[in-house]
């Protein structure tokens, strides 16, 4: 039964991409097949987070009819594939995202998980993804401001009826911050987790290395695993 998951903000710079990488090389990692999806189609920048160069064909080609989804799969390691977005602004205008769904439908068949990162904003490409996932996941950092965030991504997620997983709370510092759990209560929302503010994020995003393979006895490793564990089941 396969699953596939939105991870969606209002914002950008929360670590949606980090968390679609690390959240997929997690599963990959305890078996399961994974595809992620760079479905942030205007700022697209998955395939730098893992070291993918793509040959040629990008999503972007497929939604523009020039590609067929199998040219724009890409293996990144054991049970993990991703698809990348082109990152020209000219790939993006040629960009017919209605046939996102074709594509979802298309790894729901080999994957067991598929992870779509979703651009921030409120423009038709972020809003659609919301709707194709089975589930989505919300992100946000613990700033008073990120609650009315994730408030307006909850209304987006209900305009297309989408289903919401529940709540990332990342980049959080021992003190200072409002507490994960109180923001989940304000919003009725269920936390799955909460990633630590951790430098090693940073350099594994320089590594071009997820995360959870670069520096896997990190905070925020450890985290985004217990993190995988609670939204899917899988250990
Ligand atoms: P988004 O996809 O939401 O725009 P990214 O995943 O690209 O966000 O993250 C933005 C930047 O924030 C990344 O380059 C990374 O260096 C940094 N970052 C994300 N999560 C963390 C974290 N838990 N600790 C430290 N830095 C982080
Ligand atoms: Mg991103």
């Known amino acids: ?55 040629s064909a990008t ?7 020039d ?14 594939v991703g698809v990348p977005s082109g990152n020209e602004l000219a790939d993006y205008a040629e960009t017919q995202p209605d046939g996102l769904g074709d594509v979802v439908d298309a790894l729901r068949d080999r994957a067991d998980y598929v992870l779509l990162d979703v651009g921030a904003g409120v423009s038709h490409e972020t809003v659609l993804p919301l709707g194709l996932a089975d589930a989505v996941v919300l992100v946000a950092t613990p700033e008073p401001a990120a609650i009315q965030d994730v408030r307006r991504t909850m209304e987006l997620v209900e305009r297309v009826d989408g289903s919401i997983a529940g709540l ?35 350099a594994s995003v320089y ?11 990190s905070d925020a490793a450890t985290a985004y695993r217990e993190f ?6 899988v250990e």
């Open 1 to 55: 039964q396969e699953t596939v998951y939105a991870i969606a903000s209002g914002k950008g710079g929360v670590g949606k991409t980090t968390t679609t990488v690390n959240l997929g090389t997690a599963l990959a990692q305890a078996g399961e097949r994974v595809a992620i999806v760079d479905a942030d189609l205007g700022m697209a920048n998955l395939a730098g987070f893992v070291s993918l160069s793509p040959g």
């Open 59 to 65: 999503l972007h080609d497929v939604l523009a009819g």
């Open 67 to 80: 590609a067929t989804i199998e040219e724009a799969t890409y293996r990144l390691a054991e049970n993990i």
């Open 168 to 202: 990332l709370v990342t980049r959080t510092h021992p003190t200072g911050d409002v507490d994960p759990e109180t923001i989940g209560e304000k919003l009725g929302l269920s936390v799955l987790g909460s990633i630590p503010e951790d430098r090693a994020v940073r």
């Open 207 to 217: 590594a071009g290395t997820p995360l959870v393979v670069h520096a896997p006895e």
């Open 228 to 233: 995988a564990a609670r939204l899917t089941g």
